[in-house]
Nanobody, 123 residues
């Protein structure tokens, strides 16, 4: 299984980005997946996770109602819509997958990781 994240970039505060994570191999439709991020000098933290059926868990301290995780099983793609971005959202965003449908927020529970995509929010 391979994960390829894309969609990051350098944007101004208050704008939006939509991240994508293309999944090749494996059984995407029965795998729980998540978005995690890591700022410079900070530990990796979960942003949002989603089960195969679409059930979601958000890190409310991070998301604050601004982000939406979704998946398209037919396209084998995971998404993260991010609105009202602030400089605190700057970091590398990673998508990750589990080999089963159990939903966890701990990064260590995810076996497969993409390389990450950089998001920089700055004026």
């Amino acid at each position: 299984v391979q994960l390829q994240a894309s969609g990051g970039g350098s944007v101004q505060p208050g704008t939006s980005l939509k991240l994508s994570c293309a999944v090749s191999g494996g059984t995407f439709s029965v795998s729980s997946m998540g978005w995690f991020r890591q700022g410079s000098g900070k530990e990796r933290e979960y942003v949002a996770v989603i089960g195969p059926g679409g059930g979601t868990v958000y890190n409310k301290d991070v998301v604050k109602g601004r982000f939406t995780i979704s998946r398209d099983n037919s396209r084998r793609t995971l998404f993260l819509q991010m609105n009202s971005l602030t400089p605190e959202d700057t970091g590398v965003y990673f998508c990750a997958a589990r080999s089963d449908r159990d939903i966890y927020v701990e990064a260590k529970k995810y076996e497969i990781w993409g390389k990450g995509t950089q998001v920089t929010v700055s004026s």
